[in-house]
């Protein structure tokens, strides 16, 4: 069927109108503020008068509710443009590791980063997914960014988790941690034995302020990711949330532009 001219400009502005009400849905949402909202400039400036504004404003609302399906999709969509601008400002620093804390290849080209907690247990199931990811690409870097937020012994594990990377233990400290189960204080000095880790050495450096200075920019880099809750994932191309597997992840690092230094 060929719209009439008038039908055209209808259906063009209502299609402008219905992603301006997604954005400042998505707006409000994640800043707790009333933007500025730009739908009557747009419907000025295409020269429509008020009976066809009523027109549009009912054609957008009809098809809101014949397709209520479009809303979250469409606000996923939002944020995730926003993450992928938020992570261009903080691209770099968030793809640069504490020293010590990666797991694969410390050289790798191709770089995912895992926001993780060792008190969840949807990270833990995620660990298998990323041994075959690094098993099956030698160029992965995978970039561990310690963001304990479930309790304070997951803040003490991780604390420990970067201790261990001090003395080159990381890797080994990590498995050892999420195999030994819950991150109770019998269980860390646990996984810290099983990583053959000088365990005093390990003690002082988890009370360091570099530590708690690495925790706290991790938090704000997740802050800024709009990140939740744990596990959460960064490739080059974009970003996940969830025990997502690791089909999706070799998804994610496999679109154009996934391959990212750092």
């Not at 003490?156 to 195999?179: D, I, P, S």
């Amino acid at each position: 069927m060929t719209l009439a001219p008038k039908q055209f400009r209808l259906a063009a502005v209502a299609v402008a109108i219905l992603a301006l009400l997604l954005g400042t849905v998505w707006y409000m949402t994640a800043n707790g503020a009333e933007p500025k909202s730009d739908a009557d400039d747009a419907v000025e400036a295409a020269g429509f008068d008020t009976k066809e504004r009523a027109a549009i404003e009912a054609l957008v609302r009809s098809y809101i509710l014949e397709h209520p399906e479009i809303l979250p999709e469409a606000i996923e969509r939002l944020r995730e443009k926003e993450s992928l601008a938020a992570m261009d400002a903080i691209r770099e620093d968030l793809f640069t590791p504490y020293p010590g804390a990666v797991l694969g290849n410390p050289r790798g080209e191709t770089v995912l980063v895992e926001f993780s907690d060792y008190a969840c247990g949807y990270c833990r199931r995620s660990v298998e997914a990323v041994e075959k990811l690094i098993a099956e690409d030698p160029d992965l870097k995978v970039v561990i960014r310690e963001f304990p937020i479930l309790s304070d012994d997951s803040v003490t594990a991780a604390k420990w988790a970067l201790a261990a990377a001090h003395q080159g233990k990381y890797e080994a400290f990590h498995h050892a941690m999420y195999a030994a189960g819950r991150p109770t204080l019998a269980n860390i000095e646990k996984a810290a034995k099983a990583a053959g880790l000088d365990v005093e050495m390990a003690r002082k450096a988890a009370a360091s302020p570099a530590i708690a200075a690495e925790i706290s920019a991790n938090r704000a880099f997740a802050n800024q990711l709009q990140f939740g809750g744990t596990p959460a994932w960064v490739t080059a191309s974009g970003t996940l949330e969830g025990a997502v597997g690791e089909d999706a992840l070799r998804k994610a690092l496999n679109e154009p532009g996934s391959a990212q230094g750092g």
